[in-house]
């Protein structure tokens, strides 16, 4: 992806999400994201890869990401799923992800680099109390050994 990436951007496309594309475009926070595909025909919809954060069973994995902007952002949270199947607490088979800025604690004043850089942090310290996945949440809590060996599983055999 070009850093001097020209955009012909529909005219009913929210001046803020064009300004967040842009954003990821220059990789405003390269310690997490590895690269950005932006669709073109749709500036509210686009995939993220995100660098597996250092010290965690997840260092070294490569997580692919969509990311829906909804018309009325940000007044509604950016919905993010993920595709690289991932071992944790928090995030399901199917890739959604349980973190309460997506949900009840959404502000207008976050921002997309906002909710990436949580995600990262999420990563790294999963939320055992909020789990999506309570067998995995249990494990992380009690069996941190098999946890971490499973997550590390996961990155090798998904996150390349």
Same mark, same amino acid.
């Given at each position: 992806m070009s850093m001097n990436k020209t955009f012909n951007v529909p005219k009913s496309t929210n001046s803020r999400i064009l300004s967040e594309i842009k954003s990821l475009i220059n990789h405003d926070i390269p310690e997490i994201i590895k690269d950005v595909e932006i669709n073109d025909d749709n500036y509210g919809e686009h995939i993220v890869y995100l660098k597996g954060? &250092?010290?965690t069973p997840y260092e070294g994995g490569v997580f692919k990401l969509s990311i829906t902007m909804p018309h009325d952002y940000p007044h509604r949270p950016p919905i993010l799923k993920f595709y690289t199947p991932v071992y944790h607490p928090n995030i399901s088979s199917c890739g959604s992800i349980c973190i309460d800025i997506l949900k009840d604690q959404w502000s207008t004043a976050l %921002?997309?680099?906002s909710v990436l850089l949580s995600?990262? !942090?999420l990563l790294a310290n999963p939320n055992p109390n909020d789990p999506l996945v309570p067998d995995i949440a *249990? @494990? *992380?809590? &009690? &069996? %941190? @050994?098999? *946890?971490? !060996? &499973?997550?590390?599983? *996961?990155v090798k055999k998904y996150a390349n």
């Open positions: 954060p &250092k010290d %921002r997309l680099s995600l990262c !942090i *249990y @494990e *992380y809590t &009690k &069996k %941190r @050994e098999q *946890y971490n !060996i &499973k997550a590390s599983e *996961y």
